[in-house]
């Protein structure tokens, strides 16, 4: 896999372009230019939700996506799993529910999490997710 450099309002028009969070910056990118799916776009397309998917204020995550975040210099971690994100064993319903369980405090949790999607090879903070 290849990285490319792009400056902030590339990035930002990129992700404008991404009608769910299931459209790479790939598949944005590969329609701009006129190249059509390729052929992990559609594969991903036949592979509908699964019941152990996580849904949260209308992000859909996949079974299996990490999550992490740094507090108090200590790396913390989740997982989806069973339709809730899992963190220190406790399953949680909301980004933030999960952080204030780190926490303890009031955190907006969209931008305490980065998570890595299934299939992916890098992180990006979830509230670029969001529309």
Known sequence: MHTIEVDFDVFKQLTVRRATESVSYND??????????????????????????WVAKG?????????????????R????????LAVN????????????????????????WECRLPGKSTWQLIESLRR
Do not use: H
Not at 77 to 84: F, L, M, N, S
Not at 103 to 111: A, D, F, K
């Open 28 to 53: 944005v990118i590969r329609e701009l230019l006129g190249l059509g799916q390729g052929k992990a776009s559609a594969a991903k397309e036949t592979t509908g939700p699964s019941p152990d998917d």
């Open 59 to 75: 992000v859909r995550f996949p079974a299996g996506t990490e999550f992490r975040a740094s507090y108090k210099g200590q790396a």
């Open 77 to 84: 971690t989740g997982r989806v799993e069973g339709g809730a």
């Open 89 to 112: 064993g406790q399953r949680y319903d909301s980004p933030s529910a999960a952080a204030v369980g780190v926490t303890g405090s009031p955190v907006n949790g969209w931008r305490f």
